[in-house]
């Protein structure tokens, strides 16, 4: 069964430095999201990603993050000068249609120090 | 703005216990809600959904009700097995023109005893 990949599975990084965290999403989706979770809080969405541009992003996703799809495969999340607060597990999903069920990768760990 | 909260949890009970977990949204339109869990070290998983009032979704014999009147998809299974240990997400989706970004409630850990 085709599934989400993440990679990798645990970044640590130092303040200041920029991450970027990859993901595969499903091959015949066409709507890509990240969500992270910050340890003992809730899944938050960060922002959504359709036909090469983001459809939606919420407030957390200011001027420090980025996404991109690079190629046909492979969707970046990238955080420009990471800061303590980012420490948290990024998940990525992907659906076929913005309704469908979406489909989510196992996270990425960041941890920053 | 949608939200959703959960019982508070860790949730731990015996084998063949009956199990319920309470979700409760609040939403400015017609959600569709979700249970999403998630195994140790894996992603989460969508475990069942209801896409409109009275709807019940059901898989590997957890159930849960869309109750439009009094705002709930409460997560229920009649006899829990070691292997359900997980954390469970109640969630909720708006249909509107942007996407579906899922909104989570704060998750429930369950542990199931032998």
């Known amino acids: 069964e085709p599934e989400v990949t993440q990679t990798p599975s645990h970044q640590v990084t130092q303040m200041g430095q920029e991450v970027i965290l990859r993901c595969v999403p499903i091959?015949?989706?066409?709507?890509f999201y990240w969500y992270r979770q910050i340890l003992g809080q809730k899944v938050e969405f960060l922002v959504s990603?359709?036909?090469?541009?983001?459809?939606?992003k919420s407030e957390i996703f200011d001027d420090q993050f980025s996404v991109e799809r690079p190629d046909g495969s492979n969707f970046t999340l990238k955080i420009r000068s990471t800061k303590l607060e980012d420490s948290a597990m990024y998940f990525c999903?992907?659906?076929?249609?913005?309704?469908?069920?979406?489909?989510f990768g196992p996270g990425t760990r960041l941890t920053v120090l | 703005g949608d939200s959703v909260t959960q019982m508070e949890g860790p949730v731990t009970l015996s084998e063949e216990a009956f199990l319920t977990i309470n979700c409760t949204y609040t939403?400015?339109?017609?959600?569709?809600l979700f249970w999403y869990v998630q195994y140790p070290g894996e992603g989460l998983q969508l475990l069942l959904k209801?896409?409109?009032?009275?709807d019940k979704g059901s898989n590997k014999g957890f159930e849960a009700t869309y109750r439009k009147e009094t705002t709930s998809f409460h997560l229920e299974k009649g006899s829990v097995q070691v292997s359900d240990s997980a954390v469970y997400f109640c969630?909720?989706?708006?249909?509107?023109?942007?996407?579906?970004?899922?909104?989570f409630g704060e998750g429930t850990q369950l542990t199931v005893n032998p």
């Open positions: 999903a992907s659906n076929r249609g913005r309704s469908d069920t979406q489909y």
């Open positions: 091959s015949n989706h066409l709507y």
């Open positions: 990603f359709y036909n090469n541009e983001i459809s939606e």
């Open positions: 939403a400015t339109g017609y959600p569709s």
């Open positions: 209801a896409t409109k009032a009275d």
């Open positions: 969630a909720l989706s708006e249909r509107g023109t942007s996407g579906s970004r899922l909104t």
